[in-house]
């Protein structure tokens, strides 16, 4: 293929990609004000189903990745302060990383690779077995019946899991400060509450739940845009983990530069 021909049905390609995600974003939009007059039509059991899912079943994941993160980060910081008598220090370093950023961060990148893939495989195998085209034929909307629950349940679900990977990180921060720097727990855990704020714990929890919203709606997207092909399942779900992610980190960038402006 010539390849200017190639260049040309990559930019078509990319427009008709943006123009999907486009009227993917509206129709999300106009399933959510159906909420004011209580017009959305789905099944509760699919979104006790979903917040089974997206929250218990993944505390065992977010227990390990978060437990790591911490031991990791004050593994690093002990090394350093070490040096200069500032052991305690670990105890803000670990918990000001973790509640501000790490802990959302992580929390999102697991759910990315966890719950988005497996909303784009799942929407990605009702698109091939036609599944979605029943529902529009017998006049359910997909955006209300399958799109609608699971990015409310991964909202829900998505502060709490923050919390608790918090908390998970700051205790293993504890194990390396009590084990390796010969801190007591009632003095780590004092010095990590003096260096915490307010301000830290809901900007991490308001940065985790837009994490939520773009996790859903990548995985749910990238299901609706699969093939009609076996092989497109696979490759919707490592779409929706790669934008997923990309957009977890994009968003943190935005999150950082507003929060510097805001003094916050």
Request: hydrophobic share 55%; with cysteine.
């Given at each position: 293929m010539p390849f200017l021909k190639r260049v040309g049905q990559s930019a078509i390609g990319a427009i008709s990609s943006l123009t999907e995600a486009l009227n993917f974003l509206g129709e999300t939009a106009f399933t959510f004000l159906k909420l004011v007059p209580m017009k959305v039509r789905f099944r509760a059991v699919d979104l006790f189903l979903f917040i089974q899912q997206s929250g218990p079943q993944a505390l065992p994941i977010v227990t390990l990745i978060s437990f790591l993160v911490g031991v990791i980060l004050a593994f690093i910081g002990a090394v350093q302060l070490r040096r200069f008598g500032a052991q305690i220090y670990v105890a803000d370093l670990v918990g000001i990383a973790i509640v501000r950023e790490m802990g959302a961060v992580m929390t999102g990148i697991i759910m990315a690779g966890r719950t988005?893939?497996?909303?784009?495989?799942?929407?990605?195998?009702?698109?091939?077995?036609?599944?979605?085209?029943?529902?529009?034929?017998?006049?359910?909307?997909?955006?209300?019946?399958?799109?609608?629950?699971?990015?409310?349940?991964?909202?829900?679900?998505?502060?709490?899991?923050?919390?608790?990977?918090?908390?998970?990180?700051?205790?293993?921060?504890?194990?390396?400060?009590?084990?390796?720097?010969?801190?007591?727990?009632?003095?780590?855990?004092?010095?990590?509450?003096?260096?915490i704020t307010l301000t830290h714990l809901f900007g991490g929890l308001f940065k985790s739940t837009v994490y939520g919203v773009l996790i859903a709606l990548c995985g749910c997207l990238r299901g609706l845009q699969c093939g009609k092909s076996s092989s497109a399942v696979g490759d919707a779900a490592t779409s929706a983990v790669v934008t997923g992610i990309v957009a977890i980190v994009a968003a943190c960038g935005v999150f950082a530069v507003v929060f510097y402006v805001l003094g916050i």
């Open positions: 988005g893939a497996a909303f784009a495989a799942q929407l990605g195998t009702m698109k091939v077995t036609q599944e979605i085209d029943a529902f529009t034929t017998i006049g359910l909307p997909p955006q209300e019946f399958l799109v609608f629950p699971r990015i409310v349940a991964l909202v829900l679900m998505m502060p709490m899991l923050c919390l608790y990977a918090d908390f998970m990180g700051i205790l293993g921060g504890a194990v390396v400060g009590v084990g390796m720097l010969d801190i007591s727990w009632t003095t780590y855990f004092r010095e990590t509450i003096n260096a």
